[in-house]
């Protein structure tokens, strides 16, 4: 058991600071028990959201030592070990959101985007009972994006939300993953490319991936979701060549039918 | 307890809560490009040495690779000038054209345009080169972005049309490793044999290869542009193989880069006679 020293932001949509608190942490404890624990101890109104402690339910987000992290995933002694030595494990919420209190950030923005994305629009039924066949191969891609669990920690980290607040400009890569997981959709006859280009942003990722980095699932948003729907955007708009090839081969009408 | 002041909105270059060494990263980038681009363009100006044909080898460099015009220069001696004559697709120079303006000006643009706008080197540079971020967690030194959203990196969208020239010249270069394993024998006839600079050079290709072949442009059109693979047996197999290659598009990016620069300052060293090539055959 050690005394571990932490700096905790705290404060409300008006504004705040950093606090400082000290607790015991033994083997196992990850961030969110020992946001607890100082809880119990020492702040009983310290404001931390969570619900699972098993990093599916996407509640804790928070940034742990600056870096946009589930707290209920991050194990202690892997933060004390790149913590340097005498230095606190800092907390903070999430940058790229309004602040309720303390930890808890405003998320529901993240919700209106998702109404602005067209919906899933499937093709008529393959089978006369209503339903569809495909094919595993054509829905392995997309079951990446199904992981998601809305954490959210990818739109904080990204620069486009976090540092220039573009919001109503850029979807953020949450959305794009969304966008991707309807748009690669082997039933789907909906086309979001002239969205994606215009009302959703997409040339404003400029493809640091950070995103990818901080995805507690896994999801290797950049390469699989980002550029491909970028190169879809390319397709349709900035393209000539390839446009005038699938025209006289025919193709694309049946591209258009596939997007 | 103690009450800190800072505010979450604090922002200014280079504030960040992060505790690990976040600016190694793009430190070793920034430094990484900028000796290859000082390298690389020195070597165009300077533009000498970039085939070699002592002790009848036959390699020539990939910065001047393919050799559209060469400078019929005073001095030259006469293996390297039916050397040069053979590789150059339109024999010399014209009279008007300086003589600092070398073969590699000719064709440096392509494979220059295909790294610039990579969408690999595109994340890595805007954190090196331009702060935008400098690393994820970082506040950036400027308050407005236009990303390539807008003008003038939209133009980043011509990647593919990039590629399509890369490819093409994975193959020149590949027929130039071939013909360096022709060498010439005293008795002036071609013998195939293998050098180390056969394999400085097939390295070259099989590098340049992994990183060409394995752009997100490719794997787009390869396959990753429609939605039901399944009917579509043949790309969708080549999307997978596009896909290995792509997963490990970074590494096959430097490790390109590196062998590149050094394939050229092998035949550079040979060319001038300060390394002489050791024949296996």
């Known amino acids: 058991m050690a005394k571990v020293d932490f700096k905790i932001w705290r404060g409300d949509a008006k504004g705040g600071g950093y606090q400082d608190f000290s607790t015991d942490v033994t083997e196992g404890m990850v961030v969110l028990d020992s946001v607890h624990q100082i809880q119990a101890e020492s702040a009983n109104d310290l404001a931390c959201r969570w619900n699972c402690k098993a990093g599916k339910c996407g509640s804790c987000s928070a940034e742990v030592n600056g870096h946009p992290r589930l707290m209920c995933m991050m194990r202690m002694d892997e933060v004390l070990a790149e913590t340097p030595k005498g230095a606190p494990v800092t907390i903070q919420p999430m940058k790229a959101f309004p602040v309720v209190k303390d930890l808890v950030t405003d998320v529901s923005s993240n919700f209106e985007i998702k109404k602005k994305i067209k919906p899933f629009k499937p093709r008529k039924p393959d089978a006369e009972d209503g339903t569809w066949r495909m094919v595993q191969e054509d829905v392995d891609r997309v079951q990446e994006f199904r992981k998601c669990i809305e954490c959210f920690l990818c739109q904080d980290v990204c620069h486009v939300l976090r540092e220039h607040s573009l919001h109503d400009e850029f979807i953020g890569p949450r959305f794009l993953v969304y966008a991707a997981a309807l748009e690669m959709h082997p039933l789907d006859t909906e086309d979001r490319t002239t969205e994606l280009k215009n009302a959703h942003g997409i040339g404003y990722c400029n493809i640091t991936k950070c995103c990818t980095n901080v995805c507690p699932e896994h999801i290797t948003i950049t390469d699989n979701a980002i550029i491909p729907l970028k190169e879809r955007v390319v397709d349709k708009h900035y393209d000539p060549l390839g446009k005038l090839w699938r025209w006289i081969h025919g193709t694309e009408k049946e591209a258009n039918d596939q997007q | ?281």
């Not at chain 2, 307890?1 to 920034?30: E, H, I, Y």
């Not at chain 2, 049309?161 to 005293?186: H, K, P, S």
């Not at chain 2, 047996?233 to 997963?247: D, F």
Request: a positive charge.
């Open chain 2, 1 to 281: 307890m103690a009450n800190g002041q800072a505010s979450l909105s604090d922002t200014g270059f280079g504030k960040t809560m992060r505790r690990d060494a976040w600016w190694v990263q793009p430190l070793l980038t920034f430094l990484g490009l900028s000796a290859f681009i000082v390298y690389s363009t020195w070597r165009a100006f300077y533009g000498q040495h970039f085939l070699a044909v002592e002790g009848g080898t036959n390699y020539l460099s990939p910065f001047f690779s393919p050799i559209v015009y060469f400078h019929d220069l005073p001095g030259l001696s006469a293996d390297l000038k039916g050397a040069l004559a053979a590789h150059a697709w339109l024999g010399t120079m014209p009279g008007w054209v300086p003589h600092w303006v070398s073969p590699a000006f000719l064709i440096l643009w392509a494979p220059a345009g295909f790294r610039f706008t990579c969408y690999y080197y595109r994340g890595a540079y805007y954190k090196a080169f331009w702060a935008d971020p400098i690393n994820c967690s970082v506040s950036e030194p400027r308050d407005n972005y236009r990303g390539e959203q807008k003008f003038p990196l939209i133009f980043q969208n011509i990647h593919r049309y990039f590629f399509y020239v890369a490819a093409v010249f994975i193959f020149i270069l590949g027929y130039d490793a071939w013909q360096g394993m022709w060498f010439v024998a005293e008795d002036g006839d071609r013998k195939f044999g293998l050098g180390i600079g056969s394999l400085v050079l097939w390295g070259n290709v099989i590098l340049l290869g992994g990183y060409t072949f394995g752009c997100h442009s490719f794997r787009h059109l390869i396959g990753g542009g429609i939605n039901k693979l399944s009917k579509a047996p043949v790309r969708s197999k080549c999307y997978e193989c596009v896909g290995c290659l792509n997963a490990k598009h970074m590494i096959w990016a430097w490790c390109s880069l590196v062998w590149v620069g050094f394939t050229d300052l092998y035949v550079w060293m040979c060319a001038s006679g300060t390394w002489t090539d050791f024949r296996f055959f």
